[in-house]
């Protein structure tokens, strides 16, 4: 690995490096850039360092101090966040979707959230690009959308959950299919396909999963590009509307890195915590937020989910967890609520699913180990859900500390009246499908959440907005944000293929202005 | 005897193709857990057990998941980070906040401590808790049914579902690189998967488990 020193002032000094950071260093250093990423968690090696065990991989996720409150205050955790080299991709469910055209101009065509200044067309090529750098595994023909060309690689076979799902879905009436997977179901260099040992959210340990850790980053490497492990950013320095580098804590101390750029991507969190911790005199309000909308419209995406029990055996444990997925294309139908969702195949183990039989149905005791010896006979479908943008939800500083001395940050949500609405829809629908499959003992989960987003939103003008379409940021024109923070709005699939397509095109318009001198 | 699974021990795949060397050394790390207080005292750890107890009462016949261990261990470890829910403290200080509420509530309702309540009367207490119902000044930084739902569960059910016993007990295939599985489907399973017993005394099903390896 190529490494610079804190003197050289590098092009593009990255903040995190997952789907947005990781993807972005890859393709900046493949055009020449010189590159700097740094990420506050380590660079495991999975073959070596990675245990088949929910509770040793918890080192996989951002444990680091955080409050949360608000009317439902969030769960914090490995659903939504990541402290490792490929971030949180690095124990993603491999759910690979494109959002819906129509969700990109959500405001002016379906009337809720806030347009994005980036057009769906354009999105669909960066798209196929990130599909193909994954190399995901998907169907023929998907069964939504605007025509898109076969997946690189094939369908997976299906596990007994994700046949559940079709069954469930024929009965209905509504169309399914295979879920597009980053996960190899065929050699790819390195990567032997998939064994479905069915431990994908706690990190891949044979290396089929298609992440950043084993994508972009190696590209990243061979193009020359310094990944900086074990290194916690804590504040851009800026002198002027100029940044200038970051200090980042390393082996026990405090360094600056020079840098031309500075493009933060450490999550909807991390983000805007950086930006906030980061004011200065003539920013008092923290960096690239004269709007004063960083750390506004924090959005989380709804994943509740219906549970039942077959009389077969089911062993959901096998494989991806999500095999198989009907997107629910609901406001085609009439609704009384704005937002899309889809529900997808699942298979939680065995700490996940007490989990959600004490905390759906408050079960202890003997009741709760005996109905956890149904272990192999379950069933479940989980939404993956829009929330709509709310300013009252939002990430500010709490006064507290963490162990490097920096403030923490302050997670504050609550559902809105038409989250619940899409929510309870839901949940109607899965438990339809699961009456119609036989499944007994049906039950809801009514409180969970997954992915986040906004807190650095991107839009049209500097007064709407944090970036703009380019995700450089308005007030500091060398200050970037790349990564789900930029979302005005979340649509109702999983975020992580949309904020690799919007980090392609980034690199890209990047490269379109250093050739013009604008950078 | 596991009579859903008879004859199943996960911990048979160890040396297989089933578990690779970080899977054992955490596994390994976790059965070797100290069976004493580090983290609580011993006053806080009998009530810890105690709980322990009544939210998953482990059956007679094999060694129990030493739940309360694995607690201490993980507060000592990770008490001070992670989440917290307002208006709760740290993991660490919240449960050492609980059981001292929780004790108190016993000895104001039954005049003893709660590890010397009968089953049925500690049941009640924890099902007041879970209900929110106890109130008071010991409950003021840790709402009974917040910390109830929110870490009590939470953290009594990760050591005991993320303990081998209990991966026998319902049947998980556990630990599973580099081998993985081959049969997905309906109502089929691996040779290296536990089969079920279809009645009582099932023979078949306990001779397979034997053979899990």
Same mark, same amino acid.
């Given at each position: 690995?190529?490494?610079?020193?804190?003197?050289?002032?590098?092009?593009?000094?990255?903040?995190?490096?997952?789907?947005?950071?990781?993807?972005?260093?890859?393709?900046?250093?493949?055009?020449?850039?010189?590159?700097?990423?740094?990420?506050?968690?380590?660079?495991?090696?999975?073959?070596?360092?990675?245990?088949?065990?929910?509770?040793?991989?918890?080192?996989?996720?951002?444990?680091?101090?955080?409050?949360?409150?608000?009317?439902?205050?969030?769960?914090?955790?490995?659903?939504?966040?990541?402290?490792?080299?490929?971030?949180?991709?690095?124990?993603?469910?491999?759910?690979?979707?494109?959002?819906?055209?129509?969700?990109?101009?959500?405001?002016?065509?379906?009337?809720?959230?806030?347009?994005?200044?980036?057009?769906?067309?354009?999105?669909?090529?960066?798209?196929?690009?990130?599909?193909?750098?994954?190399?995901?595994?998907?169907?023929?023909?998907?069964?939504?959308?605007?025509?898109?060309?076969?997946?690189?690689?094939?369908?997976?076979?299906?596990?007994?959950?994700?046949?559940?799902?079709?069954?469930?879905?024929?009965?209905?009436?509504?169309?399914?299919?295979?879920?597009?997977?980053?996960?190899?179901?065929?050699?790819?260099?390195?990567?032997?396909?998939?064994?479905?040992?069915?431990?994908?959210?706690?990190?891949?340990?044979?290396?089929?999963?298609?992440?950043?850790?084993?994508?972009?980053?190696?590209?990243?490497?061979?193009?020359?590009?310094?990944?900086?492990?074990?290194?916690?950013?804590?504040?851009?320095?800026?002198?002027?509307?100029?940044?200038?580098?970051?200090?980042?804590?390393?082996?026990?101390?405090?360094?600056?890195?020079?840098?031309?750029?500075?493009?933060?991507?450490?999550?909807?969190?991390?983000?805007?915590?950086?930006?906030?911790?980061?004011?200065?005199?003539?920013?008092?309000?923290?960096?690239?937020?004269?709007?004063?909308?960083?750390?506004?419209?924090?959005?989380?995406?709804?994943?509740?989910?219906?549970?039942?029990?077959?009389?077969?055996?089911?062993?959901?444990?096998? @494989?991806?967890?999500?095999?198989? $997925? /009907?997107?629910? &294309?609901?406001?085609? *139908? +009439? !609704?009384?609520?704005?937002?899309?969702?889809?529900?997808?195949?699942?298979?939680?183990?065995?700490?996940?699913?007490?989990?959600?039989?004490?905390?759906?149905?408050?079960?202890?005791?003997?009741?709760?180990?005996?109905?956890?010896?149904?272990?192999?006979?379950?069933?479940?479908?989980?939404?993956?859900?829009?929330?709509?943008?709310?300013?009252?939800?939002?990430?500010?500083?709490?006064?507290?500390?963490?162990?490097? @001395?920096?403030?923490?940050?302050? $997670? /504050?949500?609550? &559902?809105?009246?038409? *989250? +619940? !609405?899409?929510?309870?829809?839901?949940?109607?629908?899965?438990?339809?499908?699961?009456?119609?499959?036989?499944?007994?003992?049906?039950?809801?989960?009514?409180?969970?959440?997954?992915?986040?987003?906004?807190?650095?939103?991107?839009?049209?003008?500097?007064?709407?907005?944090?970036?703009?379409?380019?995700?450089?940021?308005?007030?500091?024109?060398?200050?970037?944000?790349?990564?789900?923070?930029?979302?005005?709005?979340? @649509?109702?699939?999983?975020?992580?293929? /949309?904020?690799?397509?919007?980090?392609?095109?980034?690199?890209?318009?990047?490269?379109?202005?250093?050739?013009?001198?604008?950078? | 005897?596991?009579?859903?699974?008879?004859?199943?021990?996960?911990?048979?795949?160890?040396?297989?193709?089933?578990?690779?060397?970080?899977?054992?050394?955490?596994?390994?790390?976790?059965?070797?857990?100290?069976?004493?207080?580090?983290?609580?005292?011993?006053?806080?750890?009998?009530?810890?057990?105690?709980?322990?107890?009544?939210?998953?009462?482990?059956?007679?016949?094999?060694?129990?998941?030493?739940?309360?261990?694995?607690?201490?261990?993980?507060?000592?470890?990770?008490?001070?980070?992670?989440?917290?829910?307002?208006?709760?403290?740290?993991?660490?200080?919240?449960?050492?906040?609980?059981?001292?509420?929780?004790?108190?509530?016993?000895?104001?309702?039954?005049?003893?401590?709660?590890?010397?309540?009968?089953?049925?009367?500690?049941?009640?207490?924890?099902?007041?808790?879970?209900?929110?119902?106890?109130?008071?000044?010991?409950?003021?930084?840790?709402?009974?049914?917040?910390?109830?739902?929110?870490?009590?569960?939470?953290?009594?059910?990760?050591?005991?579902?993320?303990?081998?016993?209990?991966?026998?007990?319902?049947?998980?295939?556990?630990?599973?690189?580099?081998?993985?599985?081959?049969?997905?489907?309906?109502?089929?399973?691996?040779?290296?998967?536990?089969?079920?017993?279809?009645?009582?005394?099932?023979?078949?099903?306990?001779?397979?488990?034997?053979?899990?390896?």
């Amino acid at each position: 690995m190529r490494e610079y020193s804190l003197d050289d002032e590098v092009d593009f000094l990255i903040i995190g490096t997952g789907a947005g950071g990781g993807t972005l260093a890859g393709r900046l250093a493949e055009m020449g850039f010189s590159v700097v990423a740094l990420d506050a968690g380590a660079y495991f090696r999975p073959l070596d360092d990675f245990a088949s065990d929910e509770t040793e991989q918890e080192k996989l996720y951002w444990n680091d101090r955080r409050i949360v409150d608000g009317g439902t205050p969030l769960q914090m955790g490995g659903k939504n966040s990541g402290k490792a080299v490929g971030g949180s991709m690095v124990h993603f469910a491999m759910v690979s979707l494109r959002f819906r055209p129509e969700w990109f101009r959500s405001r002016s065509v379906l009337g809720y959230g806030a347009d994005w200044p980036l057009d769906w067309r354009e999105m669909w090529r960066y798209y196929r690009e990130a599909e193909l750098a994954l190399a995901i595994s998907g169907p023929v023909t998907y069964p939504w959308g605007p025509k898109r060309p076969r997946y690189p690689y094939r369908a997976h076979e299906i596990n007994s959950a994700g046949r559940l799902l079709a069954l469930g879905a024929e009965a209905l009436g509504y169309q399914w299919t295979e879920t597009p997977l980053a996960t190899v179901s065929a050699p790819r260099g390195k990567s032997p396909p998939c064994v479905y040992r069915g431990f994908c959210r706690f990190g891949c340990s044979t290396n089929a999963k298609q992440s950043t850790l084993n994508t972009w980053i190696p590209r990243a490497l061979a193009a020359g590009a310094e990944i900086r492990d074990l290194a916690m950013a804590g504040r851009i320095e800026v002198k002027g509307d100029r940044a200038t580098g970051v200090h980042f804590h390393r082996e026990g101390a405090w360094h600056f890195q020079r840098a031309r750029n500075v493009v933060v991507a450490g999550y909807a969190v991390e983000t805007p915590r950086l930006l906030l911790n980061s004011a200065t005199s003539r920013h008092p309000h923290g960096l690239a937020n004269r709007s004063g909308l960083v750390g506004k419209y924090f959005m989380t995406q709804s994943n509740q989910a219906v549970f039942g029990r077959m009389r077969d055996e089911v062993r959901w444990y096998k @494989g991806p967890p999500s095999f198989t $997925i /009907t997107e629910h &294309w609901n406001y085609d *139908d +009439r !609704k009384d609520f704005f937002g899309g969702y889809c529900w997808m195949a699942q298979g939680p183990l065995p700490i996940e699913w007490g989990f959600i039989q004490t905390g759906a149905r408050g079960l202890w005791g003997e009741a709760l180990r005996q109905d956890m010896l149904n272990y192999n006979h379950q069933v479940g479908l989980k939404m993956v859900g829009e929330t709509l943008p709310d300013a009252a939800n939002t990430v500010t500083l709490a006064d507290e500390v963490d162990q490097y @001395g920096l403030r923490i940050p302050r $997670i /504050t949500f609550s &559902w809105g009246e038409n *989250d +619940r !609405k899409l929510i309870g829809h839901a949940i109607s629908e899965m438990t339809r499908s699961l009456e119609a499959i036989g499944a007994e003992d049906i039950f809801p989960q009514r409180e969970d959440a997954n992915h986040l987003a906004g807190t650095a939103r991107m839009g049209f003008t500097p007064e709407d907005s944090v970036v703009d379409a380019d995700c450089r940021s308005w007030d500091i024109p060398n200050l970037w944000v790349c990564d789900g923070s930029v979302f005005p709005t979340t @649509g109702g699939v999983n975020p992580s293929l /949309t904020i690799q397509a919007i980090a392609l095109r980034t690199a890209d318009r990047i490269k379109a202005m250093a050739g013009r001198g604008e950078l | 005897m596991n009579r859903r699974f008879p004859g199943y021990d996960v911990l048979t795949k160890r040396t297989g193709p089933s578990w690779n060397e970080a899977t054992r050394q955490a596994v390994d790390l976790r059965l070797a857990v100290p069976r004493e207080p580090r983290f609580f005292s011993m006053a806080e750890w009998a009530v810890l057990d105690r709980v322990s107890q009544r939210i998953i009462p482990q059956p007679p016949g094999r060694p129990p998941v030493p739940i309360a261990a694995l607690i201490d261990a993980k507060m000592l470890r990770m008490g001070a980070a992670g989440t917290r829910i307002e208006p709760m403290p740290w993991d660490g200080d919240a449960w050492k906040l609980a059981l001292a509420a929780l004790e108190a509530e016993a000895v104001m309702r039954h005049g003893q401590g709660f590890a010397a309540l009968d089953d049925r009367t500690a049941d009640a207490l924890l099902t007041a808790m879970q209900k929110g119902e106890p109130a008071g000044a010991p409950w003021q930084r840790v709402p009974p049914g917040l910390f109830f739902a929110k870490r009590l569960l939470p953290d009594i059910v990760e050591a005991y579902y993320g303990h081998p016993t209990a991966w026998s007990e319902i049947g998980f295939g556990g630990p599973a690189s580099p081998r993985g599985y081959v049969r997905l489907d309906t109502n089929r399973h691996d040779p290296w998967e536990a089969a079920e017993a279809k009645s009582e005394g099932d023979l078949k099903a306990y001779r397979h488990n034997r053979h899990v390896a």
